[in-house]
């Protein structure tokens, strides 16, 4: 039986926050974006172009576009757009740093008569929206554009079709949103006023307008904090009274934090925004790591056919971290914890039982002392090295008493190239140290 280990200390759970605060400003970029041209009428405190952030959306440093489809030949918009996902009132989390969505908002108009309102119209329009969020600052850039030509005015007299509907006001915006008990440490706020033109400029306007919602302070060392935003539309006008119900959307959910330990080679990472409702898989190509990839498809779906053998008590192995693609399920997720290089305790000891089930240890018997002949890995050819799954750097490794484990010997080209993907998977997805929950899948190509 394996034994127990010193206890994490668990990460407490985070409210959302409320707090409307101003962004500050942002810091420079090497060159500033040409900012679109702005449409007559547009009303912003802050024009577009007034500044350009800094983000690399997991892929290396960039400036933040003020655009999501830019640079040209991007691909993941369209992508996201043309799904049904992003046709629900919640859009579609496309990944950790991206969200999209294709919708409708509307607005109705009242008149008073005779003390009374009175319906006089509804303008509607259907709106592109995307998001992508910041790995270097601790914000996400939210991008808003009516489709070109698709306004309708429905219900109007036809003289005032033509004369009021098209020339009242429509004001979009995020916001973050309000809830109970949120934390003191932790703020969000929207870094610029509202846009606002009348629904005929919208309707021919192609260019994207942008907000970025940002986030200060957090619990823990990481300085961790859940916020919420959402769309929110204002159609007032002079003379004319909306619909009582509020013009918000749903919330969308986002986690900032400020942790350190963030690096592709020797740059880092230190703040991000990130897109709560996606899964992180670490996604293994078996056309790329045909050994690992093989070694963790066995440890996943048969066990017990792995080394080390079943242990004494006879139980079947349970082995973690498996994605179901096919049965649309998930299976109990790995946690990053401190890598061996990072001076990690619990990485630390999944290497030691990994070298006990490997044969790995000098003396009479290689395998102690967890482990024998019979149990342990058989020797195997110099050259090669011993694979473990779960991973070294995560939480349910070989030490975990709650989890077993496999052992494999692979090539070394094989086993380093994955163990460096891992690497960048952790940066890519921000997987915060025993926080956040992913997965892995191994795919043919």
């Not at 990072?342 to 009479?364: F, M, V």
Request: proline share 9%; with cysteine; glycine share 10%.
């Amino acid at each position: 039986m394996k034994h127990a280990r010193r206890g994490m200390a668990a990460i407490a759970s985070l409210a959302l926050t409320a707090a409307l605060l101003a962004l500050g400003a942002p810091p420079a970029a090497a060159a500033s974006p040409k900012p679109p041209a702005s449409a007559p009428g547009i009303e912003y405190t802050a024009k577009p172009g007034d500044g350009a952030q800094r983000s690399s959306n997991g892929k290396g440093t960039a400036e933040m576009p003020i655009s999501p489809d830019n640079p040209a030949g991007t691909e993941w918009l369209n992508d996201c757009l043309g799904s049904s996902d992003a046709q629900d009132p919640d859009g579609r989390v496309y990944n950790r740093f991206k969200w999209c969505q294709e919708y409708e908002i509307k607005n109705s108009y009242y008149k008073k008569v005779d003390g009374k309102n009175v319906l006089k119209g509804t303008n509607r329009i259907k709106f592109q929206a995307a998001a992508i969020g910041y790995n270097d600052t601790r914000a996400t850039r939210v991008f808003f554009r009516a489709k070109t030509g698709q306004v309708n005015y429905d219900g109007w007299n036809p003289l005032e079709k033509r004369t009021v509907a098209p020339n009242l006001k429509l004001e979009i915006t995020p916001e973050c949103v309000p809830g109970a008990n949120q934390p003191t440490t932790a703020t969000c706020g929207v870094g610029r006023s509202p846009a606002k033109m009348e629904w005929a400029q919208w309707s021919n306007f192609p260019d994207w307008v942008y907000w970025d919602v940002s986030s200060s302070g957090g619990k823990g060392e990481d300085q961790v904090a859940f916020h919420q935003w959402r769309l929110y539309m204002n159609g007032a006008s002079p003379g004319y009274e909306q619909s009582t119900e509020r013009g918000e959307g749903p919330p969308i959910g986002i986690r900032c934090d400020s942790a350190d330990y963030f690096k592709h080679g020797p740059k880092s990472y230190p703040h991000a925004c990130i897109y709560t409702n996606a899964y992180p898989v670490m996604i293994y190509k078996m056309s790329e790591n045909p050994q690992v990839g093989q070694h963790i498809r066995d440890a996943q779906n048969n066990p017990d056919s792995t080394w080390p053998k079943k242990p004494k008590d006879g139980h079947s192995k349970r082995i973690p971290g498996k994605w179901h693609v096919s049965e649309g399920l998930r299976g109990a997720p790995l946690h990053r914890v401190p890598s061996r290089d990072e001076g990690g305790t619990i990485a630390d000891e999944n290497e030691r039982w990994k070298k006990s089930a490997c044969g790995q240890n000098k003396g009479l018997n290689p395998w102690a002392p967890y482990y024998d002949a019979t149990t342990g890995l058989p020797p195997y050819p110099a050259g090669l090295q011993c694979d473990e799954y779960p991973f070294s750097s995560t939480d349910e490794g070989a030490s975990d008493p709650k989890w077993d484990f496999s052992v494999r010997a692979v090539g070394e080209t094989d086993n380093t190239s994955a163990g460096a993907k891992l690497r960048v998977f952790y940066t890519n997805d921000r997987i915060l140290m025993f926080l956040d929950d992913f997965w892995v899948n191994v795919v043919d190509a």
